[in-house]
Nanobody, 125 residues
Framework: VQLQASGGGLVQAGDSLKLSCVASGPNFSRYTMGWFRQSPGKEREFVAAISWTGNGRDYAESVKDRFTISRDTSMNTVYLQMNSLKPEDTAVYYC???????????????????WGQGTLVTVSS
């Protein structure tokens, strides 16, 4: 599978952005999807995940109540709506697909086997 993330950009604090990640290949609906981010000098960190059913969602504490993850199986796309952006949200954002199908949400990056190329989000103060 190939994952293509887009939607990043330069915004001001308090603004919103919506990231998209399109997955190629079959069986998109059978996989939990996640978003991770990595800032310069920091390790990649979990942001959000949505289960293959679409009913389960998990968020990092730092983005809870500001970010919303969703998916459209008809479009093979997972989204990350980011509101009330802060300078500390500045990072390269990656979408990822869990290694194994029909699994619940997870925060560990090692559980994800396919990764997109990343899209840069820069939030100025």
């Amino acid at each position: 599978v190939q994952l293509q993330a887009s939607g990043g950009g330069l915004v001001q604090a308090g603004d919103s952005l919506k990231l998209s990640c399109v997955a190629s290949g079959p069986n998109f609906s059978r996989y939990t999807m996640g978003w991770f981010r990595q800032s310069p000098g920091k390790e990649r960190e979990f942001v959000a995940a949505i289960s293959w059913t679409g009913n389960g969602r998990d968020y990092a504490e730092s983005v809870k109540d500001r970010f919303t993850i969703s998916r459209d199986t008809s479009m093979n796309t997972v989204y990350l709506q980011m509101n009330s952006l802060k300078p500390e949200d500045t990072a390269v954002y990656y979408c990822a697909r869990r290694r194994t199908s029909l699994q619940p949400t997870a925060r560990g990056s090692s559980l994800y086997g396919s990764w997109g190329q990343g899209t840069l989000v820069t939030v100025s103060s």
